[in-house]
Each structure stands twice: as structure tokens, then as C-alpha cells.
């Protein structure tokens, strides 16, 4: 594979997606390394068809068409991702990448591996005022802090950490994976069950531990952050409660505030993202635990805050799953 990343390039003021205009590169023959970057994107997209919300000139916008890849391609972009954003940088299974619990990245990997070649799309908040965002996204979004004119900087530094991620032997990026995993000891939901994240396997799957104490490795389908099912006893309690005219998220219920929000939604939303059992005090006589099946929210879907995972299933131009056979 050519180690030549970001050329050439597009740069675009505006435009409905950046993975549109790189795929139709890439099917006209584009080589391994062509950048489609953007100031603006309108129609930009998450998993599954989820729209992507980036203001102007705070966040990097970049797709990069990618021949000759591996199954951990999805994987190996969130570790590039992850080396940008620091020390503190986790990746969530398969394809976020967040700090402090919070969302700062997202990747979507879209393609046609029988033509042999991918798009990478990866949206990265690097100089997001996270006030001025709507307070539901605000509650899971992160930033790097940077200031606006970091924006092509941290491209370029990008660019050299994906390029080094992309040659890597497999088993360097697994051990990576194994250092940022997000969801290590964390409560998640399947399709099939629920338990507790249990790293990651020599394949790049994800390994969930059942009550039961069975070991199930998960490459495509849904996964949600939430309580999982018998393991409510080994988790803590975060409790949601109305407080004077707005929402309250407590570590107990006589207990201060530990933050506050004008909805129930965003204090919901905040609390699954401590990694406790969610509770909602909604004035009712018993209190609701909340759905385990909701999944922390994307800090950039604002048409479905949940479920941002990849699926089996695809058609020539889906997502592409960390494990697809590719």
C-alpha cells in the first residue's frame, strides 16, 4: 500500500457530504490516499443515515479514499483518531472515539471491497464551543479545545497517525484497541443479550461477558451502552429527578446535584453516560429504571441519539463492519 495520505486533494467550502464526493472519486478511479475535506458539510451522515451536525470551520471534516485495507480498517481510523486526541482518548467499539465519556469523534466507513476500495469519513470536534451547541447534544459531546485555525494542523497530524495505524502489523493495532477500549467493564446490550464489555479479541472483536459468566464475541449488530440485564447489583445508581424547573442527575436521591439540565431527556442521556443503573424519579410512586436498550447518545446524531453501531448485513455501498470479510 502506498503511504501517501491527502493527495491529492479537494477542499470544499460547502457540501452535502464529504463520503459522497470521495466514493464518486473512488469509483472514477481516484488512488489510495485522495482527500475530500470541507468547511461546511448540510447533509453529512452518521451510521446508518443518521444526520452529522458540524458547524462551520470548528470541526475537521475529512473522507479519504483507502485501497488495499484489512478488516480493522474502521478500527485502525478511531486509533488514529484517538493518538490526535490524547492520552485520555477512548474508542468505542467499532467506530467513536470519546473523551471523557463524551463523544469527540465519529467514523463512518462506507465502500465496495469487491472493487477493492473504502472511504473513510471521520468527523472530529476540534474547536467546538460545546455552549453553543443545543443542550441535548451538549450533555454527550466533547471537544479537543483547539482554537479554529488548529483545524488544518490537526489534519496534517492526522494524516500522519492514520498513516502509521494503516501499516501496522494487525496485533499492534489490537493492543492498542485493548488500551483505549471504551467499553471494558462497561454494561451493553446486543441483539442477542446483554452483559459487560470484555475487551477485544485477536480479530478486532468486541468480547461481552454474560451474567452467566459465557463469553460472546460480537463482529457486526447492534450495541448499546445501558444496564445490562443481572448485572445490576455490581453497578452503581444514577439517579434522574425533577429540580425546581429543570432536571437533576444525582449519585443518590437525598444527594446534591451532580449536574442539571432543562429537560429529562438530556439528564438521561448525561446519567447513562456515568456508566451506572439509570433511575428516574418522574413524581410516580415507584421510580423508572430507565430502557437498557437505549445507547449513549452520539454527541453528533440529532435525528436518532442511539444505537450507533454497525450491522451485519450491507448492501455494495453500506457501512462497512470491522469484521465484514473483507
Not at 57 to 73: N, P
Not at 136 to 154: F, H, I, K, N, Y
Amino acid at each position: 500500500m502506498s503511504t501517501s495520505l491527502g493527495w491529492p486533494r479537494v477542499h470544499l467550502r460547502s457540501t452535502p457530504s464529504t463520503n459522497d464526493h470521495a466514493r464518486a472519486l473512488a469509483s472514477a478511479g481516484a488512488p489510495h490516499g485522495t482527500l475530500v475535506t470541507a468547511t461546511e458539510q448540510t447533509a453529512g451522515r452518521g451510521r446508518q443515515g443518521r444526520t452529522w451536525v458540524a458547524r462551520p470551520g470548528e470541526s475537521l471534516i475529512a473522507s479519504l479514499v483507502v485501497r488495499g485495507f484489512d478488516a480493522l480498517l474502521p478500527l485502525r481510523t478511531g486509533l488514529a483518531v484517538a493518538d490526535v486526541a490524547g492520552p485520555a482518548a477512548r474508542v468505542k467499539w467499532p467506530n467513536d472515539v470519546h473523551l471523557d465519556g463524551r463523544k469527540v469523534a465519529g467514523i463512518l466507513v462506507e465502500g465496495r471491497p469487491q472493487e477493492g476500495w473504502a472511504v473513510v469519513g471521520i468527523g472530529l470536534n476540534v474547536a467546538v464551543d460545546l455552549g453553543e451547541l443545543p443542550e441535548d447534544v451538549r450533555a454527550v459531546a466533547a471537544s479537543l479545545g483547539r482554537s479554529p485555525r488548529e483545524v488544518e494542523p490537526t489534519l496534517r497530524e492526522l494524516l500522519v497517525a492514520l498513516n502509521h495505524r494503516l501499516t501496522e502489523p494487525p496485533a499492534a493495532t489490537v493492543a492498542a484497541l485493548r488500551e483505549r477500549d471504551a467499553l471494558l467493564g462497561r454494561p451493553v446490550g446486543w441483539s442477542a443479550g446483554t452483559g459487560l464489555g470484555a475487551g477485544i479479541d485477536d480479530q478486532g472483536r468486541l468480547l461481552v461477558r454474560t451474567a452467566g459468566g459465557a463469553i460472546h464475541a460480537l463482529d457486526a449488530g447492534e450495541v448499546h451502552l445501558g444496564a445490562a440485564a443481572g448485572m445490576s447489583a455490581h453497578m452503581s445508581e444514577i439517579h434522574v429527578m425533577p429540580h425546581d424547573d429543570r432536571w437533576a442527575v444525582h449519585d443518590e436521591p437525598g444527594g446534591p446535584p451532580i449536574a442539571e439540565f432543562e429537560t429529562r431527556e438530556a439528564a438521561e442521556l448525561d446519567a447513562r453516560n456515568r456508566g451506572g443503573e439509570v433511575i428516574v424519579h418522574a413524581g410516580e410512586a415507584h421510580p423508572e429504571r430507565a430502557d437498557a436498550d437505549s445507547e449513549q447518545a452520539s454527541g453528533f446524531d440529532r435525528t436518532d441519539p442511539t444505537h450507533e453501531r454497525n450491522r451485519g448485513a450491507r448492501g455494495p455501498e453500506e457501512p462497512l463492519t470491522p469484521q465484514a470479510g473483507l
